[in-house]
């Protein structure tokens, strides 16, 4: 028997009341130095009081000053006069029949994004967003229907991880042993938006992760993915470091200008050129290469045949996505015969061909899917197949 749907509304006020304060959470080391330094910390004990309100933010999810108990009372007092430690206000949670989970987050002036957490055998993997809806208009993604509203800042980013972290129970107790297992051990910055048109705040949130005094997640444990957002890769691999996945989804510019638009200002040639690159300047391992399956348009066996030559050289594998319909998509599911047979080529070439399960489609937080529900402009199947090229 099915699991049912599970939905939990949180009653919570549309809109935070305005405290004045500044938030720390999404600082750096350094704007967080900064911050304590115009409160009037002395220049000698900046360095030690950053250091001990960063662990006591992102290594024992604190939020109350008054817990710092290694600060002084008096030194927690102007902490509180002057900061706060606030998260994104998570709205409704729902949870799949799969086990997956997705929230709707409000952040700053009442818009939402969603997030999801999708937990298996050997890892949870926390599905974050970047933007409040997507520039790019990727005609066979729920989210491209939705115009762009505003950057995520860094503290709503991680702001994402941690109100997960919260709903799962996950921030450890002081004195505990350490627990290397962990429900959520990955994030994937796979969600609603580009993530290299909001570089400084990802890159400043993914630091935030990876701090070793923080949430303490390895950089091989973030995935960072892009449309190509060709001039910023290479700094991707100098200031993250983390892997690199490509929404791919054609062989040719005449299908992936279609798919994703941005391929018109970069083409295939100019981002593989930049993705050859990545893995030596990154140190980093393969990069993922994202191939929805669309019946009748990029799913052929010549569609797979030129893939693997264009990716001859890079160290890479392919991850192909079984189109996850929504409401008014132009496009179908390729047949599961057609993509096993599609993954075969790709596999008999050397390549990994994993065919991702869908997960969280019951409550459309699979790929391709989230679209905050205030933003959710209703398009007719026609005016977006026509958007699409295909009407």
Request: with cysteine.
């Amino acid at each position: 028997m099915t699991a049912p749907i599970t939905q939990d509304v949180l009653t919570l006020p549309r809109n935070l009341p305005e405290t004045g304060k500044r938030n720390l959470v999404g600082l750096t080391r350094e704007g967080l130095r900064e911050a304590l330094l115009e409160i009037g910390t002395p220049e000698k004990q900046a360095k030690m009081r950053t250091g001990q309100i960063w662990q006591w933010i992102y290594q024992w999810g604190v939020r109350d000053f008054a817990a710092m108990t290694n600060l002084a009372k008096a030194y927690r007092a102007e902490l509180e006069a002057h900061f706060s430690i606030e998260l994104p206000e998570v709205v409704t949670k729902t949870v799949s029949a799969d086990g997956t989970r997705k929230y709707l987050v409000r952040i700053a002036g009442g818009h939402e994004v969603e997030v999801v957490y999708i937990p298996e055998t050997d890892r949870g993997t926390l599905c974050i967003s970047s933007q409040v809806g997507c520039t790019l208009t990727c005609s066979f993604c729920h989210t491209g229907t939705q115009k762009l509203v505003r950057n995520l800042t860094a503290g709503e980013i991680i702001g994402q991880v941690m109100l997960a972290r919260d709903d799962l129970g996950e921030w450890p107790e002081q004195g505990a042993p350490k627990n290397e297992t962990r429900l959520l051990s990955n994030i994937v910055l796979m969600g609603m938006g580009e993530p290299l048109h909001n570089f400084e705040n990802v890159r400043d949130a993914m630091k935030i992760a990876m701090d070793p005094e923080g949430i303490q997640l390895s950089r091989r444990r973030i995935t960072l993915s892009t449309s190509g957002v060709v001039p910023e890769i290479a700094r991707t691999a100098e200031e993250i470091g983390c892997l690199l996945a490509v929404s791919f989804h054609a062989t040719t510019d005449e299908v992936r200008d279609r798919l994703v638009p941005i391929n018109k200002r970069w083409n295939i040639e100019t981002l593989l050129g930049a993705l050859r690159d990545y893995p030596r300047v990154a140190n980093s391992e393969r990069i993922t290469f994202e191939y929805v399956m669309l019946k009748g348009v990029n799913d052929s066996d010549a569609d797979a045949r030129r893939l693997v030559k264009l990716i001859q050289g890079i160290p890479a594998k392919i991850n192909l996505i079984p189109f996850n319909e929504w409401p008014g998509s132009p496009y179908e599911r390729s047949d599961w015969a057609r993509i096993e047979k599609f993954a075969d080529i790709v596999h008999k070439a050397g390549y990994a061909s994993p065919i991702r399960t869908p997960r969280g489609e019951d409550i459309m937080a699979a790929c391709g899917q989230l679209k905050s529900a205030t933003e959710r402009a209703r398009k007719s199947r026609k005016d977006i197949a026509a958007e699409a090229g295909l009407g």
